[in-house]
């Protein structure tokens, strides 16, 4: 497996990491504990050593699950987890918040459920209106100098955010939703981050299963599956949205691979400094996805996709209009 640099402190880490959210919600009913675990170790088998999680996912099972997973092997991995939101006496999500208390306290929790004594990367979730973004950076910096963290990141945060959070606590990553079906962050993102020498993180590289190539316009998503509630996978956003689908098809073909992996190959290819941590909880996909890191694109099959992804108005939001607001631009 090929490595990458994220940031200016020397964070290596697989080309392709690993998004653990869906072992534990947002895509149906949870799958067999055991089969996740041996899933996970699986993947450290097949050289990936990035791996994504947070507090919120689940809340708490993700965490749980990937430190019993990955305890045996902690040694040749990187463990990202997030902070960031606050949670009822029940554990059920009730908002964002970053203050420093709250910060110590998640840190502390992780750490516990990760069968840790250091996060390797931890992220601020999303972006806290009400705590001043250099008290977050503050309370991280303080958390790195007692050896809990090892490198501070950000997760949808915007350029002022993350000018204003890397002057207290450099900001080793930033992760955020980019792929041939998001491009939003070519705009101002990457820029800031290539001239603050910060990597980039992409979730949903693969547009949630949207750039697999296994999504149609028949497709349904039962209950707990979060692609039934957002805009874009609505019945007509859908299908217009498959267009682009047709035209990367085009490309897949003359190279002998699969949509989902050019889709990936095209990501690995935009800079040196980008990690896409495509989620699966199968084998085969965990396969078929990091074979495209050995998919070499040329120029004219770069042009081609972009040509096709800016043929192509996406339709529908990102999320629903109260997640949507949780999004620092």
């Known amino acids: 497996m090929q490595t990458r640099t994220l940031g200016t402190e020397g964070l290596k880490v697989s080309a392709l990491g690993l998004g653990c959210m869906g072992m534990s919600q947002s895509f149906g009913p949870r799958p067999p504990r055991e089969e996740m675990i041996a899933f996970l170790r699986s993947a450290v088998d097949r050289g990936v050593t990035f791996f994504d999680t947070a507090e919120v996912y689940g809340p708490f099972h993700n965490e749980e699950l990937v430190g019993e997973a990955l305890e045996p092997v902690r040694d040749q991995v990187v463990l990202a987890t997030k902070f960031g939101f606050a949670f009822d006496e029940t554990g059920a999500q009730t908002g964002v918040t970053s203050r420093p208390e709250n910060i110590r306290a998640a840190v502390d929790g992780s750490l516990r459920r990760l069968r840790t004594h250091a996060i390797d990367l931890l992220y601020q979730h999303r972006v806290d209106p009400d705590v001043p973004i250099e008290e977050v950076a503050g309370a991280v910096k303080e958390l790195i100098d007692a050896g809990k963290v090892r490198h501070f990141g950000l997760s949808e945060a915007g350029v002022e955010t993350i000018r204003r959070a890397h002057a207290v606590q450099p900001v080793t990553a930033l992760q ?33 299963g949207f750039l697999t190539g296994q999504v149609t316009a028949e497709s349904t998503f039962g209950e707990g599956d979060i692609r039934a509630s957002l805009p874009r996978f609505e019945r007509e956003a859908l299908q217009a949205n498959l267009a682009l689908v047709e035209l990367i098809k085009t490309v897949a073909e003359r190279k002998g691979a699969t949509v989902g992996q050019v889709a990936l190959a095209w990501l690995l290819a935009q800079q040196p400094w980008i990690a896409p941590i495509p989620g699966t909880r199968r084998l085969e996909r965990l396969e078929e996805n990091l074979a495209a890191v050995e998919l070499k694109l040329t120029s004219e099959d770069l042009g081609e996709l972009d040509a096709a992804s800016a043929s192509v108005q996406v339709q529908g939001a990102r999320y629903p209009e109260a997640m949507q607001k949780m999004i620092d631009r």
């Open 176 to 208: 955020s939703e980019y792929s041939l079906f998001w491009r939003e962050p070519e705009e101002a993102i990457l820029p800031a981050l290539q001239e603050l020498g910060i990597g980039f993180v992409p979730f949903s590289p693969l547009g949630r």
